[in-house]
Nanobody, 117 residues
Framework: QVQLVESGGGLVQAGGSLRLSCEAS????????MGWYRRAPGKQRELVATITRGGGTNYADSVKGRFTISRDNTKSTVYLEMNSLKPEDTAVYYC???????????WGQGTQVTVSS
């Protein structure tokens, strides 16, 4: 079982910035992909951004140019730098890590991000 500890959520005004962190209890070198997802009130969970072990990234169109995902393999940590935040970014943000062979993934407990207008 892999434990994920998220931090960095909070309340910010529109246009502001936040940085989310997620530390995994497993060696990041064994993790294929790390990512962030979010669930806004009344909506389904959606992908925000992912990053592979090799550094390949993928972003939702709604956050491209504003959010940046990165990972520190020495700390088993993935980050999400969020700039130019909008009220529609308000959601609970979840960290996710994926392993291969066998394929499995794990979720964090979620951290609330609230953007006021």
């Amino acid at each position: 079982q892999v434990q994920l500890v998220e931090s960095g959520g909070g309340l910010v005004q529109a246009g502001g910035s936040l940085r989310l962190s997620c530390e995994a209890s497993a060696s990041t070198f064994s993790i294929y992909r790390m990512g962030w997802y979010r669930r806004a009130p009344g909506k389904q969970r959606e992908l925000v951004a992912t990053i592979t072990r090799g550094g390949g990234t993928n972003y939702a169109d709604s956050v491209k140019g504003r959010f940046t995902i990165s990972r520190d393999n020495t700390k088993s940590t993935v980050y999400l730098e969020m700039n130019s935040l909008k009220p529609e970014d308000t959601a609970v943000y979840y960290c996710n890590v994926e392993f291969l062979n066998p394929s499995r993934d794990y979720w964090g407990q979620g951290t609330q991000v609230t953007v006021s207008s």
